[in-house]
Each structure stands twice: as structure tokens, then as C-alpha cells.
């Protein structure tokens, strides 16, 4: 069954820091997303992506999130300057229209 | 706004019982409902979705229906193991939009015990 990978499972990285988390949709999914779940609480939508740009944001992705599909297959999430609560899991997903969605196995970022 | 709640937030078990974990959202305009499994410190793992035309699903020991009207959704799980221990979370899509993007109850977590 296809799967939506991502890399890495855990990054531990230092205030201030730049970091960029990477997923590989599924390859005949149209929309993308990040989430993400801070700990003990809901999983929350963070923003989406159809057709090469974002089509919404939530109120969390301000000017130090953005998002890319660099070479047609890979979706990354960029934070420019993590802060400590960044700290969450990041989930990225993928659906081919309403019919369901496909979540990787998320990526645990460690703001220190 | 969408909003998701799910009922109880925690469920302790034997095994071999059967159970129903509770999902009820406010915008009963959905295209789908979603159950997923989260074990912990894991992925979302997809369970069940339910059609906004479809009354239930099944797979295996899990069976979900679906009462759009009512703004309810339940996962019944039957014959319950130790394997099954994990957070349950229900998902709708926002209506309205064309973005399909989920909103998230906070799950219910389930212990079967041995």
C-alpha cells in the first residue's frame, strides 16, 4: 500500500536554528499538508498545498513557516527560527481529493 | 467552525469486552469522517472513513456509523485485545472550503488489560 514517507522521525535542534522537515507524498495525490501535534494535545492543520502553492494557512504559520515541492516529489516544511514551542510532532499527509487522507509517521522536533 | 469532540477521553478495559469509543462535530455538513489509530509517540494511522452518503463501514473487529443529521459518529470495537491499546481520533473535513483540511477530536484512550 503506497505510503507517505518522512525524514527525518527526530531532529533535535537548537533555538534559533533553522530546520526543514522532508516528505515524500504519495505520488498521485493532489493535496499536501503539514500538522502538527504539540504534546497532550489535538493534531491541528497547519497548511495546505494544491497545484504547486499554498491554498490555506491556519493562524499557527506565520512568516517563519513555508513550505516547498522543490523537484515535483518532495514537500518540506521549512521553520526559519525554531523556538521552544515549535516542540511538537509534524505530520505531513496527502489525499487524492476528499476520499480520505494518507498520514506519514510524523517527525518529532526537539526545540532545545 | 468545525468542532470535534470525543467521548470518553479515557477507557480502561478487560479483554475480550466490547467497546464504543463516541466522535460528535457541530457542522454537520461533512464529505467524510475519518477514525485513525495513534499508538504513542507514532503516526496516524488510518482505520476506517465513512462516506457522508454511507451509514457504517467495517473492517475486521472495527465497525463505524455515521449519523451526519445528529453530528455523531461512532467505532465500535469488538472483542477487544491488548494490541488494540492506543489513541483513537475521528476527523471531519471542513465544509465549505475546497481544501479538505481535517479537524481532530483529542482522541480517546484506549487500555485493554490482559
Known amino acids: 500500500e503506497p505510503e507517505v514517507t518522512q525524514t527525518p522521525s527526530h531532529q533535535v535542534t537548537q533555538m534559533g536554528q533553522e530546520v526543514i522537515l522532508r516528505c515524500v507524498p504519495i505520488s498521485n495525490h493532489l493535496y499536501f499538508y503539514w500538522y502538527r501535534q504539540i504534546l497532550g494535545q489535538k493534531v491541528e492543520f497547519l497548511v495546505s498545498f494544491y497545484n504547486n502553492e499554498i491554498s490555506e494557512k491556519s493562524e499557527i504559520f506565520d512568516d517563519q513557516f513555508s513550505v516547498e515541492r522543490p523537484d515535483g516529489s518532495n514537500f518540506t516544511l521549512k521553520i526559519r527560527s525554531t523556538k521552544l514551542e515549535d516542540s511538537a510532532m509534524y505530520f505531513c499527509a496527502s489525499t487524492p481529493d476528499s476520499y480520505g487522507y494518507t498520514f506519514g509517521s510524523g517527525t518529532r522536533l526537539t526545540v532545545v | 467552525k468545525q468542532e470535534v469532540t470525543q467521548i470518553p477521553a479515557a477507557l480502561s478495559v478487560p479483554e475480550g469486552e466490547n467497546l464504543v469509543l463516541n466522535c460528535s462535530f457541530t457542522?454537520?455538513?461533512?464529505?467524510?469522517l475519518q477514525w485513525f489509530r495513534q499508538d504513542p509517540g507514532k503516526g496516524l494511522t488510518s482505520l476506517l472513513l465513512?462516506?457522508?452518503?454511507?451509514r457504517e463501514q467495517t473492517s475486521g473487529r472495527l465497525n463505524a456509523s455515521l449519523d451526519k443529521s445528529s453530528g455523531r459518529s461512532t467505532l465500535y470495537i469488538a472483542a477487544s485485545q491488548p494490541g488494540d491499546s492506543a489513541t483513537y481520533l475521528c476527523?471531519?473535513?471542513?465544509?465549505?472550503?475546497?481544501?479538505?483540511?481535517?479537524?481532530f477530536g483529542k482522541g480517546t484512550l484506549l487500555t485493554v488489560n490482559p
Open positions: 476527523a471531519v473535513p471542513e465544509s465549505g472550503g475546497s481544501n479538505y483540511k481535517l479537524t
Open positions: 457542522d454537520s455538513a461533512i464529505y467524510n
Open positions: 465513512i462516506q457522508s452518503s454511507q
